[in-house]
């Protein structure tokens, strides 16, 4: 696949989850968004627009699209030689400036955090990269089999349910036929 062909897919999802992930709060939805533009956007603490910690490194989807979290690669400011960090949706806002012309859109991500709190994030590594797919991948078959289990549970019980209003139903029914059968004699 080509690079512009991966950079117009990579947009295209990004755009897409970001309208739609709750972990990303704006002053205003744009509409639209450019995930070449998000990547290697400046990153800075929260209420501190003095002081870049970083840069979008990358941007992490989940297994439906959505984004799961930011990779922020840190700034030699903060003495952490520009180590790469995960930053979690629901940790970060997005704060678009020039948007309305794409040859001179910026973003700028702000993190919930201060700087201890940021230098605590998970660091972004091949260790941290297997052992969260694993984990991803636990809860998704967590989920499926609870789901399966809840959905069996419920059929039971319905099933218990009307089997009940019918045992009810007839009985009635065969209460009534007898009170008739008594009342004709």
């Given amino acids: 696949m080509s690079k512009m062909n991966r950079k117009q897919i990579l947009g295209a999802i990004t755009a897409t989850t970001l309208l739609s992930t709750s972990g990303l709060a704006m002053a205003s939805p744009q509409g639209l ?7 290697d956007a400046e990153v800075y603490l929260q209420n501190d627009d003095s002081k870049i910690i970083g840069e979008v490194e990358d941007i992490l989807l989940d297994d439906n699209m959505q984004v ?10 903060l003495g952490l030689n520009e180590q790469q960090y995960v930053v979690q949706a ?27 709190q940021f230098k605590e994030q998970p660091q972004y590594t091949t260790d941290w990269w297997q ?22 549970d419920t059929r039971a019980a319905t099933a218990n349910a009307l089997t009940t209003a019918g045992n009810a139903i007839s009985g009635s029914a065969n209460d009534a036929e007898d009170k008739m059968t008594d009342d004709a004699q």
């Fill in 33 to 39: 968004y450019s995930a070449d533009e998000l990547m």
């Fill in 68 to 77: 799961a979290a930011l990779v922020v690669e840190s700034d030699e400011a």
């Fill in 90 to 116: 629901g940790k970060f806002t997005l704060q678009t400036e020039q948007g309305d012309n794409p040859e001179t859109l910026e973003y700028r991500i702000h993190v919930s955090m201060d700087e201890s």
């Fill in 131 to 152: 052992d969260t797919r694993k984990s991803a991948a636990a809860a998704w078959d967590e989920t499926k089999n609870t789901a399966s289990s809840a959905w069996q």
